[in-house]
C-alpha cells in the first residue's frame, strides 16, 4: 500500500524521469510505499514518457492542457492539480531533473519530519537566488506530510493574482537585485554582494514571489516546522582542480548546479538548466558532466568512504 506519492511534472523533460523513478527507487528503504504521479504538461506529446510503461514502479501520468500557461504559471497549475489527486499520507514535490544521494532517503526524511515535529522536508531555494523564500523546501526537492499542511490550502501558485501585481513584483525584483548585477556568480565571489542580499531581503522580504511562495508564507503564520538541507555555495565556478574524484565531481556539482547535504553529506542535486539567466553557469545543460558527476560521487559511496560516517 502506497504511503508517498511522488509528484513531478512534464515539460519534454521524459529523458530525466524514467532515471528518476529507478534511482528513487533502488534507494529507497521500501520502494512498495511509493507511488508516482507524473502531471504531463505536454498532454501526451513528449515521446520520451514511453519509458516509464517499461518500469516495475507504481506510475500514473495525468496529461493536462494548460490552457496558454507556460513556465512557472504552468507548473503551479500542474503542481495544485495533483494535491486533489493525492490520497496518501505523504507527498514529494520534486523536479525530473533531480538526483538524490541519500540511501534509505525515504526513511531518512520520515525520521526527521517525527524528530523535529516538522511538516515538511527538503531543499530551500539556494541563497543567490536573491529574493525568493529561503526558510521553507522548494518545489525541486520538498516532502510533507499532507494533512499537516493542508492548513496552508497547498497553493503553489507563484507571482500575483493579476497584472498590476506581476508588474509591480517585477519592478521590485529589479531593485532587490540591482538590475543585471545580482548573479549568481557575483553572489558566489563578493563578499559585498553577499551583505547586499541578506540586507535588501531583510528590507522587501520576499520580493521574487516564485512556486511555493504562498505555501511558504502561511507555514509561517502558522507556526509549522520544517526541516531544510544545506546549500553548498562554491566559491568562484566550483571546480576543484586537486583532490579525490568524488571531490572533484561534488565540487563541479555544486559549482555548475544545486547541490545539498545534511551534515557534511550528499543528499540532493538538482540539475536545473539554468534557464533563468542571473543564475545561469557554463556547463548548467551539459546532461553529460551533469551525469559524468554523478556516476563519480555514486561509484565512490559504493565502495564504501573511510573518511565518510553514517
Known sequence: MPRITIVTVNWYSGCYLADLVTHLCAKAHDPRALAFLVMDNTAGRDGDL??????????????????????????AMALNRAMGLVATEYCIVVDPDVHVFEPQWDRFCLEQLDRHG??????????????????????????????????????????????LG????????Q?????????????E????????????????????????????REARRQGLRSVLFETVVAPGHGVAVSGTPRERALAA??????????????????????????????????????????????????????????
Not at 514511453?50 to 504552468?74: C, K, M, N, W
Not at 522536508?121 to 541563497?127: E, L, M, Q, S, T
Not at 559585498?192 to 505555501?215: H, K, M, P, Y
Open 253 to 310: 556539482l555544486a559549482g555548475q548546479y544545486e547541490l545539498f547535504t545534511w551534515a557534511g553529506r550528499p543528499i540532493v542535486v538538482h540539475k536545473y538548466g539554468s534557464a533563468g539567466w542571473p543564475w545561469r553557469t557554463e556547463l548548467g545543460d551539459d546532461l553529460e558532466h551533469w551525469q559524468r558527476c554523478i556516476a563519480t560521487v555514486e561509484a565512490d559511496e559504493a565502495m564504501g568512504d573511510p573518511a565518510e560516517e553514517r
Open 175 to 187: 531593485v532587490g537585485r540591482l538590475g543585471p548585477i545580482v548573479t549568481r556568480r557575483r553572489y
Open 50 to 75: 514511453r519509458e516509464l510503461t517499461a518500469l516495475r514502479a507504481q506510475v500514473h501520468v495525468e496529461p493536462l492542457d494548460t490552457a496558454g500557461r507556460t513556465g512557472s504559471r504552468a507548473h
Open 166 to 173: 506581476d508588474m509591480g513584483t517585477f519592478a521590485l525584483r
Open 118 to 163: 516538522a511538516a515538511a522536508i527538503g531543499a530551500p531555494y539556494p541563497p543567490w537566488k536573491v529574493g525568493k523564500y529561503h526558510d521553507f523546501p522548494s518545489p525541486p526537492f520538498c516532502l510533507f506530510n499532507v494533512e499537516a499542511l493542508r492548513p496552508t490550502g497547498l497553493d503553489w501558485t507563484p507571482f500575483c493574482r493579476g497584472p
Open 189 to 216: 565571489r563578493s563578499r559585498w554582494c553577499r551583505r547586499w542580499a541578506a540586507w535588501v531581503e531583510r528590507q522587501l522580504g520576499v520580493f521574487s514571489r516564485d512556486t511555493g511562495w504562498r505555501i511558504a
